[in-house]
Every structure is written in C-alpha cells, then in structure tokens.
C-alpha cells in the first residue's frame, strides 16, 4: 500500500536555511526592517515560525545572517545593555573596537559598511537597524529626558570611534590598544549618554 505524500512545512535543512535567508534578504532590502516580521518570513519561506526561530534566533540573528555578519553589533549591545548600566559605555566600547579588530568578524562588517555607501537601499536599512535595535534599546535602558537623543550621542560617537581605527585607519587611534581607546574614550561617552539629561535637575543616571 503506498503512503500518501507528506503535508506540512519542510523540515529544516541546510537548503531551507538558505530559502529562509533568500526571502529575508529580499524582503528587509524591498521593505526595511521593522515592516518585515519572522512570521511573514516564515510563510513565504514555506515553513514553521519555529524553524527560523532555531536556525537564526530573533530578527537581529536574521538581519546578521543575511549580512554573513559573523558577529553583529545589534545583538552585542543587547548583550552589554544587560550588565550594570554605570559600566556600560566602557563594555559596549571594548565590545565593539574587540569585533572590528578581529579579522574574521571585522571583515564582513566592513563589507557591510562598503556597500551601504554604494547602495542606497542597503544603507537605508543598515540605518533603520541601528536605528530601532540599538539607539532605541540604549534609549528605553538609560531613560530620563531626552533619551533618545542621548542615546544617538553616544552611537555617533562610538560610530565615529570605529570609522576612525577600522576604515579609515588613522594614527594614532589606528594603533591603539583597546584598552588605552576605553581608558580615553569611555568619559566622552558617558557624558552622552548623562550629562545633557543632569543639566536638567532631573533624574540622570550613573555618575
């Protein structure tokens, strides 16, 4: 007697990684980030929810897959924002300059930067990601007045610290330990994130 055909969504498999990557990476260039949602995803993919949960783990694992980022930001700053927040800054500063420096994970983030200045869809939803998944983050963490804008502060100038040592490559930060960058650096970045808000009398945060 022979079985019926099998129904259901596929099973995952290295293939169906790669569909699941093909429609992500179409769908965030045509539509941006936060209007694409894992479970449209994974129906158009033709598979479970659960499955593109397991093979990339939430919207920022998908966005640096499809990217082959082999290790990204978004997801490293969430991992920071959950320590003491007085000591945040110098973590999410060594965090980052520890990525960019190293060979293989710095590589495709420079590729990623590469291309957004090439193409304006890519550079539009790299700004959307920074945008809602780490200034947005910082900001709900840190609260108090003008949040938000603080927390772009601090993303400038932790962009602008990056650029500097990993693109452009100027001395003397281009050579730099890393601990001597977060020993000089980390005051700028902490008045970002606290200052602005203390001028105010109100609530400020860490000192």
């Excluded at 924002?81 to 980052?96: I, K, Y």
Aim: proline fraction near 7%.
């Amino acid at each position: 007697m022979n079985k019926s055909p099998r129904r259901g969504r596929r099973a995952g498999s290295p293939d169906t990684r790669a569909q699941i990557l093909d429609v992500a990476r179409r769908r965030f260039l045509a539509e941006g980030y936060h209007a694409v949602t894992l479970r449209s995803i994974a129906a158009e993919a033709g598979v479970d929810l659960a499955l593109v949960s397991y093979f990339f783990g939430s919207k920022k694992g998908l966005f640096g897959a499809c990217l082959a980022l082999a290790a990204n930001p978004a997801e490293l700053l969430a991992q920071t924002l959950e320590g003491d927040l007085a000591t945040f800054p110098q973590r999410a500063l060594r965090a980052m300059l520890t990525v960019w420096d190293d060979p293989e994970a710095g590589a495709p983030l420079r590729a990623m930067l590469g291309g957004a200045a090439q193409d304006p869809a890519l550079a539009a939803l790299v700004k959307e990601v920074i945008e809602r998944e780490m200034i947005d983050k910082i900001a709900a963490r840190i609260g108090g007045p003008d949040a938000h804008r603080r927390a772009g502060n601090f993303c400038t100038q932790m962009a602008g610290l990056i650029l500097t040592r990993c693109i452009l490559r100027l001395e003397p930060v281009a050579s730099m330990p890393v601990d001597e960058i977060v020993r000089f650096s980390t005051p700028p970045l902490r008045y970002a994130l606290w200052e602005p808000a203390r001028a105010t009398g109100r609530s400020a945060g860490p000192r």
